[in-house]
């Protein structure tokens, strides 16, 4: 039964991949490709659902389709909840009481609680991240299971990041995600079995720590680095939690040009040789740093040869699913469309997608600036800092900053941590910059995102990367000769066009508007022979606004629906290609 039956009273407007969404394929694919096992089974699909909204109303009696939020057409809610409780049923398969029993949570906003066969086992704070829950030792042994979660949710009014959602949405502001919006699956696994991979790079290949839980007695970790082909290239065997290393004669290095993916296989093995456990993952090898020798901008380097990080700004909204993408075709479209008009590279603002969009940008080729989700920000103030988030959300920004740099710690594609953006919840700045990087040493730092405007700090100097913004632009910043980072323009453009058929309901709006297709292209065009000249002269990287419209932001390179590609690609295509090769000459 197609999801529709249910939802004809929302909004209208769908994507391509809307009407094949139902019940019983809603994202079946593997939710964490960097760490399989063949034991497994997605909950995804109807839940029983009941919603608390913010007036108090409670609404009974109705089902959702998971992982949809209630906001969503596709979750067959489209109602913002503050409270939530979701409840199912599910089996256990008889093989798999041999082992532990894991219960997976790709992300719940803002927080959940969750009880197995009505016994309270977790609570988890944060709308970004995953977190596990061990279920083995309440299962039922010959019975149906059940699970329940509870989820809260105030939005923008409360102390959780948030990113660009809002109870009151509009202008830049977005449609709120609340509750369960990524995967719920089911995993077995041994008593004795990986829990973590961490994996570190480098030209020549790469260290890796295998967490293994359960081992009591001796075993040991077997490691596998296989080519595209299936060529076994390099091996290594030690302890749980030793570091071992990997290297790979006439390593194949990863670029957007080149995407090369090297598959790894894990295994625990006991004092007997017997296979204990198997996990199967991927890496590549790959480096990125700023040059500060020699006189002159400071230039990104990746794989030590300059790159300009030419890119998009992408939200991650969708009009039928929200916060998430009605398939994981859906996910990989907006990654190819990305890579068909010329870019290298593509901002992820202020959200934190499902493992799945990151795996695509590892496999397309496509260098990744990853977003802390900023705390609520009231953007009506003047300009300038605003005061100090409270205490609380203080510590639950730095909590989950923390996860979201753990939790993608291994995804080859991110080359740039940003902190913060525009001066949203903005504070400590030059601290939490400095602890990025001391956690992540092996990758770029943006302090602050559009420095010069809106209600950001002063530059504290932090990082590796000077970020302005500037509409319509680009920018033309400068830095001091002795300034050791790389200058970016980290937003410019958004130029609007207004396709009649494909609009979100209210007033459409952008920096500036336009008439037709063929003026944005020209528009375009202007604005990128600009980029050139600065990329040749002093920039390392600039983001466009955006990849698509969202909501009534009409500034997009497409139309919210996915359906109209509103600027003439070959055109654009040629001249982003144009400014990388500016920027990336030796």
Not at 53 to 60: K, P, S
Not at 215 to 236: L, P
């Amino acid at each position: 039964m197609s999801v529709m039956s249910e939802t004809t009273e929302l909004s209208s407007m769908s994507t391509p991949w809307t009407y094949q969404v139902n019940p019983d394929n809603a994202h079946p694919e593997h939710p964490r490709p960097q760490l399989t096992r063949p034991n497994w089974r997605t909950l995804n699909g109807l839940w029983d659902y009941v919603g608390q909204d913010e007036n108090g109303a409670v609404h009974r009696g109705e089902r959702i389709l998971v992982p949809y939020p209630p906001e969503s057409r596709l979750s067959r809610i489209g109602r913002r909840d503050e409270r939530m409780w979701y409840h199912r049923t599910f089996d256990v398969p008889p093989e798999w009481r041999v082992g532990r029993v894991l219960l997976h949570f790709g992300a719940v906003d803002q927080t959940a609680t969750v009880w197995v066969n009505h016994q309270p086992l977790a609570r988890h704070e944060g709308g970004y991240t995953a977190f596990t829950v061990d279920i083995t030792d309440v299962l039922r042994p010959d019975a149906e299971q059940e699970v329940l979660v509870r989820a809260d949710d105030e939005g923008n009014r409360g102390t959780f990041a948030v990113g660009k959602q809002a109870n009151r949405p509009g202008g830049i502001l977005y449609t709120g995600c609340s509750g369960i919006w990524q995967t719920v699956w089911l995993e077995a696994v041994p008593a004795v079995h990986v829990t973590e991979l961490d994996m570190e790079p480098d030209l020549h290949g790469f260290d890796l720590v295998a967490h293994v839980a359960g081992a009591h007695g001796k075993v040991a970790v077997s490691v596998e680095v296989s080519a595209a082909g299936g060529e076994q290239v390099a091996s290594a065997r030690g302890n749980p939690g030793e570091r071992l290393r990997l290297d790979v004669p006439d390593p194949l290095l990863w670029s957007p040009d080149h995407p090369h993916l090297y598959d790894v296989t894990v295994r625990v093995v006991g004092d007997d040789g017997a296979v204990l456990d198997e996990v199967a993952s991927y890496t590549a090898l790959r480096t990125v740093r700023v040059d500060t020798e020699g006189d002159g901008p400071r230039r990104v380097l990746l794989n030590d040869r300059p790159v300009f990080l030419n890119a998009p700004l992408d939200q991650g909204y969708w009009p039928d699913g929200i916060y998430t993408a009605p398939t994981d075709e859906a996910l990989r479209f907006d990654l190819e469309r990305i890579k068909a008009l010329g870019f290298n590279s593509v901002r992820k603002h202020v959200k934190v997608e499902p493992m799945r969009w990151y795996h695509w940008a590892d496999k397309l080729g496509l260098l990744v600036w990853q977003d802390m989700p900023s705390l609520p920000v009231v953007l009506d103030n003047p300009p300038g800092p605003q005061q100090p988030p409270v205490v609380v959300a203080r510590e639950r920004f730095e909590t989950e900053l923390r996860a979201m740099l753990h939790q993608l710690r291994n995804v080859p594609s991110i080359v740039v941590w940003v902190v913060f953006n525009e001066g949203w919840g903005e504070y400590d700045t030059a601290r939490i910059t400095e602890e990025v990087k001391a956690t992540d040493p092996g990758r770029l730092v943006v302090a602050a995102s559009g420095v010069n405007c809106c209600h950001s700090h002063p530059d504290s100097g932090a990082g590796d990367v000077y970020d302005d913004h500037t509409y319509v632009g680009p920018g033309r910043p400068e830095l001091a000769a002795t300034d050791p980072r790389a200058i970016v323009d980290g937003e410019f453009g958004g130029v609007g066009l207004v396709v009649e058929g494909h609009l979100w309901p209210g007033e459409p709006m952008a920096y500036e508007m336009v008439s037709d297709r063929d003026r944005l292209t020209e528009r375009y065009v202007e604005l990128s022979t600009e980029l050139e000249a600065l990329a040749r002269d002093r920039l390392s990287g600039a983001v466009y606004t955006q990849i698509t419209d969202v909501e009534n932001e009409v500034n997009g390179l497409l139309t919210y629906d996915r359906r109209v590609v509103k600027v003439a690609v070959p055109v654009v295509a040629e001249r982003n290609r144009a400014v990388i090769a500016a920027g990336s000459r030796t």
